[in-house]
């Protein structure tokens, strides 16, 4: 089984500074994580994932994530927020078994970006 | 450009009415998917089908029906069992080999 908690629903923050968008995860099996973003009326769009390698993750945007197994945790941030990023962003995390590959989603965390 | 096309982008159904949303892939991917998007509750997964000809459900099935006769193609029927139709709805593909995922931009079904 593999859930996904995203701790806040709503982050509002000011243009040029930054952001952190929470995420935590549980996974019966060594997981696969994403996080994506969605503009409004619009498909989802990958930032970046996170898959066994390198536990620092670099997005599109300016985007990154630290992927901790200690905290079960997969953090997004970004130095300096710009207008363009106020969207919704979800966590996903994804666990291989046999061939078949679901995602599970977390209810996503809309950031607004104030001038 | 390889990619997902969804349509329409909306969609108004009548009450007791089927209505069928259209998903093709350019992108040869074997897996297709469809999720349901509710406010505040991010994405369900519908179903899914791994190779043509084969689908399973997912987590929120009931009242919905798909096919896979053609590798591209995956569409999603929304039945006059569903009972709550009104959503937002995201096809998606998977490249099995290097495991991305690619989304489509989504059909917006309104019950009138």
């Known amino acids: 089984a593999q859930s996904v908690t995203q701790l806040d629903s709503h982050v509002s923050v000011s243009e040029g500074t930054p952001v952190l968008l929470r995420c935590n995860y549980s996974?019966?099996?060594?997981?696969?994580l994403f996080w994506y973003v969605q503009h409004p009326n619009k498909g989802l769009q990958l930032l970046l994932k996170?898959?066994?390698?390198?536990?620092l993750v670099k997005g599109i945007n300016g985007f990154e994530a630290e992927f901790k197994k200690s905290e079960t945790s997969f953090h997004l941030t970004k130095p300096s927020a710009h207008m363009s990023d106020a969207a919704e962003y979800f966590c996903?995390?994804?666990?291989?078994?046999?061939?078949?590959?679901?995602?599970?989603f977390g209810t996503g965390t809309r950031l607004q970006v104030t001038l | 450009d390889g990619g997902i096309t969804q349509s329409p982008k909306y969609l108004f159904r009548k009450e007791g009415q089927n209505v069928t949303l259209s998903c093709e892939q350019n992108?040869?991917?074997?897996?297709m998917y469809w999720y349901r998007q509710d406010p505040g509750q991010g994405l369900r997964l519908i179903y899914y089908?791994?190779?043509?000809?084969?689908?399973q459900k997912g987590d929120i099935a009931e009242g919905y029906s798909v096919s896979r006769e053609k590798k591209e193609s995956f569409p999603l029927t929304v039945t006059s069992a569903q009972k709550n139709p009104t959503a937002f709805y995201l096809c998606?593909?998977?490249?099995?080999?290097?495991?991305?995922?690619?989304f489509g931009s989504g059909t917006r079904l309104t019950v009138v």
């Open positions: 089908s791994q190779i043509v000809n084969d689908f």
């Open positions: 996170y898959t066994s390698a390198a536990t």
């Open positions: 996974s019966s099996y060594s997981p696969s």
């Open positions: 998606a593909s998977r490249d099995t080999i290097l495991r991305g995922y690619t």
């Open positions: 996903v995390v994804t666990a291989s078994t046999g061939t078949a590959s679901k995602l599970t």
């Open positions: 992108l040869n991917h074997d897996a």
